[in-house]
C-alpha cells in the first residue's frame, strides 16, 4: 500500500527565503506526482505535476523535482512571500492503480514579513 | 478558465439523514473523482467515476455512499444515513488526461 509522508509538517520563514518541502512515498511504480497548494478552508490548486519519466518541472517560482527510484520529491520555492502561504501537499498516483490519487499530510507554509 | 463547481459549500445535517453533495465537473472532462477531508487529516480517496459506472473505490466507500451522474453535467454523492464520522469536507475532482483539478469543496458537519 502506498504511504506518502512529507516533512517537516510545519515551516515559517522570513519573506524573500528559498525554501524547499520534502515529500517521500513507498512504492516507486508510480505514475505521476503532483504537487496542490490548500488554502484555509478551501480547495486544492494544482501546482504543477511531474510525469514518472521526468526528473523536473518549473512553473514560475516553484521548482519540483522528482527521484522515483528513491521515492522522493521536493518542492523548490524561489523567493517566498506572504502570499506563498498555505498548506502544500504531494500527491502520487500509482501505475495500475486506477487514476487515484494518494495524498500525503502536507506541509503548512507561513512566509512572515 | 474552466473549473470544478460543488455545491453546497456547508451542509449541517442530523445522523441518520441522507444527504447529496453535488459537483459540475469541467465539461470535457471524462473521469470524475470524491476525496474527503476530514479535520486534520489526509485528503482520502473515496471513489472514481468513468464511462457511467464506478472504476474504483475505496474500503471508506460502503454501501452507505453512492454516486450517481444523472445529466451531462451533474456528478453527485449521496450518503445515505450519515454518521458522526461522516464529517468531513468533500472534494470532487475531475481529470481529462493527466492533471486532477478540484472544486472547492462541500463542508458537512453531521450532528
Known amino acids: 500500500k502506498q504511504e506518502v509522508t512529507q516533512i517537516p509538517a510545519a515551516l515559517s520563514v522570513p519573506e524573500g527565503e528559498n525554501l524547499v518541502l520534502n515529500c517521500s512515498f513507498t512504492?516507486?511504480?508510480?505514475?505521476?506526482l503532483q504537487w496542490f497548494r490548500q488554502d484555509p478552508g478551501k480547495g486544492l490548486t494544482s501546482l504543477l505535476l511531474i510525469q514518472s519519466s521526468q526528473r523536473e518541472q518549473t512553473s514560475g517560482r516553484l521548482n519540483a523535482s522528482l527521484d522515483k527510484s528513491s521515492g522522493r520529491s521536493t518542492l523548490y520555492i524561489a523567493a517566498s512571500q506572504p502570499g506563498d502561504s498555505a498548506t502544500y501537499l504531494c500527491?502520487?498516483?500509482?501505475?495500475?492503480?486506477?487514476?487515484?490519487?494518494?495524498f500525503g499530510t502536507g506541509t503548512q507554509l507561513k512566509v512572515e514579513l | 478558465e474552466p473549473e470544478v463547481t460543488q455545491t453546497p459549500s456547508h451542509q449541517v445535517t442530523q445522523m441518520g439523514q441522507e444527504v447529496i453533495l453535488r459537483c459540475v465537473p469541467i465539461?470535457?472532462?471524462?473521469?470524475f473523482y470524491w476525496y474527503r477531508q476530514i479535520l486534520g487529516q489526509k485528503v482520502e480517496f473515496l471513489v472514481s467515476?468513468?464511462?457511467?459506472?464506478?472504476?474504483?473505490k475505496s474500503e471508506i466507500f460502503d454501501d452507505q455512499f453512492s454516486v450517481e451522474r444523472p445529466d451531462g453535467s451533474n456528478f453527485t454523492l449521496k450518503i445515505r444515513s450519515t454518521k458522526l464520522e461522516d464529517s468531513a469536507m468533500y472534494f470532487c475532482?475531475?481529470?481529462?488526461?493527466?492533471?486532477?483539478?478540484f472544486g472547492p469543496g462541500t463542508r458537512l458537519l453531521v450532528l
Open positions: 500527491a502520487v498516483q500509482v501505475t495500475g492503480g486506477g487514476n487515484k490519487l494518494t
Open positions: 467515476f468513468y464511462n457511467n459506472e464506478i472504476s474504483e
Open positions: 475532482a475531475s481529470i481529462q488526461t493527466e492533471t486532477q483539478y
Open positions: 512504492d516507486s511504480a508510480i505514475y505521476n
Open positions: 465539461s470535457n472532462h471524462l473521469y
